[in-house]
Every structure is written in C-alpha cells, then in structure tokens.
C-alpha cells in the first residue's frame, strides 16, 4: 500500500511538470531594477573540458572564475546537436514541439528544416520587458542566405556567420570569415581578422551603447568556439592553417587553443562589464550547446580519460557545463546538483527580467529560486532528442521511445545495456513514472 502511494505521488508531481512553467517563472525579483543579461553558448564543449568540472586538458582561468564568483550546475542537459539545441533554448520547446528536430546543415537537404517564426522566442519576450537585443556568433536555426529569421525572433542586432554564399558554396567562420551583419555581408571589410574577436568586439560595442543609456540590454553570444575546423587561434604557436577548402575539418591539436581562446573572451566580456561599473547589475550565463566532438579526448580527474560524445545521446552527448554569475544575488562559489533542461533557460530569463510569458506553452520552468538560494521546484526528469530518438532521465534511469530503460552511468564509462533488471521492483516503479511523463508529453 505505501509503495503503491508513492508511485501515485510520483506520478502527480511528474504530471504536474508536464507542459508548465514553475510559478517562480512568472514573478519578477524584488529588486525593481531590471538586470542586463548576457547569454554566452560555447559550441561543443562538454563538462570535461573545464576545470572548474574536474577537467584537466585544459586551462579555463575566467570559467574558473565565474563559477568561484557564481553558481555552478553540475546537471545541465542539451540534446546531442547543434540546431535543436539552439531552438530548444531559444524556443523553451523541446524538438518534437518547435519542429527542428535535427541539425541542418545541408542547404538541399534542409532546405525547408528550419525553426519557425511562430515559435516562442526568449528575445522577444525580454523586449516586451523593456530589453534591447543582440546576438553575435552562429545561428544555424535557418539558413541565412535563404530565410533569414533573426529580426523576427525578437533580436533588433545581429552579426551572424552565414554558412553559405547565395550560390550555396560554404563559407568560413575562423579565418576570412563570412558574417552577415543586420542584413549586410561584411566578409571583405574583415578578411584578415579572426572571425570569434570580431563577433566578440561587437558584442561588447553593444554592451557599451547601451551601458551609456543605462538602458537595459541582452547581449546572446554564440560562440563559434571550439567547434571545428580546428585551426590556429592568433594566440596559437603554430600559425599553419590546415584548412585548404571551406568542408575541412583541421587538425584536433588545434583543440586546445581554442578552448583556451574561448576562455578569453569570455574574460574580456568579463572585464567589460568590470570597467563599465556594471558587473553587480548584469547576469552573466555560460553554458553549451552539446557535447564535445567524439574525436577529441579529454582527460578528467587523476585517471580518466573521457571521449566526446557529441551526437550520442549519452551523458558524454548532453551533459554541459551551466553557470550563472550575479553578483550580490547569487552565493559565490555555490554548487547544484538540480536537474536543469534547456527548455529552462526560457522562462528563467523571464523571472530575471520581469518579462511576459508567451501564450503558448514551454516545457521549461524557471530555476531562479535555486539561483537565489532557495530550494524552488526541482525537475524530476529531463528530455533528450535527437531526430526520431528521444529519451525521459531522471537522476537514476533512462528510458527511450523504445521502451528500453538503461541505469545512468558515471560520464567515463559505457552506456549500460538496456532491460537487464539488475533490481526488477525498482526498475519497473522507475518505468512505469518514466513512460508517464512520455505518455503525457506526447508527440
């Protein structure tokens, strides 16, 4: 009886997340000053590439100080690619209900794959609230050159690289990179610059215009690092580009120093906002868009070598690096282990800001409580696509649309194989409230 009265609570409060947003999503903080807000997406970069998550490859010293200054989640979780990511973010929709259920980077083949303007979009809401809006770095929700989308979700600049020129040939985004800035190809007043410093400069103009107004801004940085080609950065020793056409992937030695490039920039938002006077009033969120490239290897604690598991819907795949810096808001230093879904992002912007929701319905709830120390409202599952592939995971088990439930595992080790019931009577009770949320989230 008392086992079969907690299947029954845990169903409910399953149900009870299913297609809402946390009442927390919807009041504004007490502070009646709206806080700037800036959004900085790494592209490919998984928890074991930092330091601050037990990483050892790489020196990541302004990550390292964000989540010493803020508050780090150690169970944040994207999909396994790039576009439905970036449109689970932007739209607070999982794949199955904004439409872009896998990455499009064919101009034939993805032609009519896209994220439509009628989805929701953060951007416009924060500019209900009063917000200016920008983006720099990549977009990948349409095709540039074809449908242009970036205006109509609600951000009024944009320097964007466009993936391919009007005759369909690819572009490049590192070196003589190819952008298009509010409707303009800048490509040759840029020709000799690194493409991440010119996205970053633009951003931080931004930042600057509307410091000066006091007007508050939302600045979403997309960066362009370390996904590959892996070519030099300026700060690189070597400085031979191994890239002789546009669909070369470079040399993976080349890995580090972008992420250490990475690292830079994100310190010299940091030191912008410093020297500015405006660090205290400004929300400064970093997280990634999936997880690292599978031909890269990192190495995690004393013993442990980890391979990216970027595409695989794995924890190597989704798992990403969160931190959220606000200082005098959020303790310094501060850890959670929270389950935290991209969808999430959405309506946490929207508490922050004091924003609208939209009419339509988020999958996503707001986390803002667990930001400012209070325990809020937990998720108690996280979904996960990629194409036709989906899965519900809670902190012990995954379970697919194929009916296959698999144990979580440690990040360093195989996924687990499925529907072995090494524990039946838990296994099934884990089934039976995982396939409820599938069941109601539907299709």
Request: net charge positive; aromatic share 10%; charged share 25%.
């Amino acid at each position: 009886m008392i086992r079969t009265q907690s299947l029954i609570t845990l169903a409910l409060l399953t149900l009870a997340m299913l297609f809402t947003v946390s009442a927390f999503a919807k009041e504004p903080i007490a502070d009646s000053r709206k806080p700037n807000i800036v959004v900085i997406l790494a592209d490919d970069l998984g928890i074991e590439c930092l330091s601050s998550y037990g990483g050892q490859s790489h020196k990541t010293p302004n990550l390292d100080k964000l989540a010493a200054q803020g508050m780090r989640f150690t169970h944040c979780f994207s999909n396994p690619l790039c576009s439905p990511s970036r449109a689970n973010l932007l739209s607070g929709r999982y794949p199955f209900k904004n439409g872009l259920k896998e990455v499009i980077f064919d101009t034939k083949k993805h032609a009519n794959t896209y994220l439509h303007i009628d989805q929701p979009s953060f951007a416009r809401q924060l500019k209900q609230a009063g917000y200016t809006t920008a983006i720099a770095g990549k977009w990948q929700l349409s095709f540039l050159h074809q449908r242009n989308t970036i205006n109509d979700f609600g951000f009024d600049e944009y320097q964007c690289w466009q993936i391919f020129r009007d005759d369909n040939s690819k572009t490049r985004r590192f070196h003589t990179p190819h952008f298009n800035r509010n409707g303009e190809i800048i490509a040759g007043q840029i020709t000799d610059r690194y493409g991440p410093d010119v996205n970053v400069e633009f951003l931080i103009d931004f930042i600057k215009t509307n410091a000066a107004k006091k007007q508050p801004f939302f600045a979403y940085y997309t960066c362009l690092l370390p996904h590959f080609p892996w070519v030099p950065t300026p700060d690189s020793e070597d400085q031979n580009d191994p890239v002789k056409k546009a669909t070369d992937l470079g040399n993976p030695k080349f890995f580090p120093d972008m992420v250490k490039y990475l690292d830079k920039n994100v310190g010299r938002i940091m030191q912008t906002l410093d020297k500015l006077g405006i660090a205290d009033d400004t929300v400064l969120v970093f997280l990634a868009d999936n997880g690292t490239d599978r031909r890269i290897r990192n190495k995690w604690g004393e013993d442990k070598t980890i391979p990216g598991g970027k595409g695989t819907m794995t924890d190597r795949g989704t798992r990403v690096p969160l931190i959220v810096r606000w200082p005098k808001h959020i303790k310094e230093g501060a850890t959670s282990d929270d389950l935290i879904d991209f969808s999430d992002l959405f309506p946490t912007l929207c508490a922050l800001a004091g924003a609208p929701l939209p009419q339509e319905e988020l999958h996503g709830h707001s986390f803002l409580p667990q930001l400012l120390g209070n325990p809020g409202n937990p998720r108690e599952w996280i979904h996960v696509q990629d194409k036709g592939a989906r899965h519900i995971r809670n902190k012990q088990y995954i379970l697919n649309n194929k009916n296959q439930l698999r144990p979580v595992v440690e990040i360093w080790e195989d996924p687990a194989t499925p529907n072995q019931h090494k524990y039946p009577e838990k296994e099934q009770a884990a089934r039976r409230t995982l396939q409820a949320v599938f069941d109601n989230l539907g299709r």
